[in-house]
Nanobody
Framework: VQLQASGGGLVQAGGSLKLSCIVSGRTFSNYAMGWFRQAPGKEREFVAAIEWNGMTRIYANSVKDRFTISSDDARNRIDLQMNSLKPDDTAVYYC?????????????????????WGQGTLVTVSS
């Protein structure tokens, strides 16, 4: 399974970027796809996810109302539209796929729910 993330770059505060992630490789049960990010010196943190059961979209509080996650019908691509970007959004953004069914509320906010990860794409927001 390969995940290819793209779309990162340098943008001024208040600007926008759109990240994309494409999944390829063997067929498997895909329960959710998500985005995480890791800023220098910090832990990798949850950003947004789509749970295919019910097409539920979930967001971290820090990005809610600014970021939008979307997908294609085949469920092998997700996009992350990022608006009103802030310097605090600077990080390497990783997409991930979960092959596990949810075990409860908030499950897909947890790193360990995801077994497949992309290589990351750098987003830098200048002030």
């Amino acid at each position: 399974v390969q995940l290819q993330a793209s779309g990162g770059g340098l943008v001024q505060a208040g600007g926008s970027l759109k990240l994309s992630c494409i999944v390829s490789g063997r067929t498997f049960s895909n329960y959710a796809m998500g985005w995480f990010r890791q800023a220098p010196g910090k832990e990798r943190e949850f950003v947004a996810a789509i749970e295919w059961n019910g097409m539920t979209r979930i967001y971290a509080n820090s990005v809610k109302d600014r970021f939008t996650i979307s997908s294609d019908d085949a469920r092998n691509r997700i996009d992350l539209q990022m608006n009103s970007l802030k310097p605090d959004d600077t990080a390497v953004y990783y997409c991930a796929v979960s092959a596990r069914g949810s075990t409860g509320t908030g499950y897909y906010r947890i790193r360990s729910a995801y077994g497949y990860w992309g290589q990351g794409t750098l987003v830098t927001v200048s002030s």
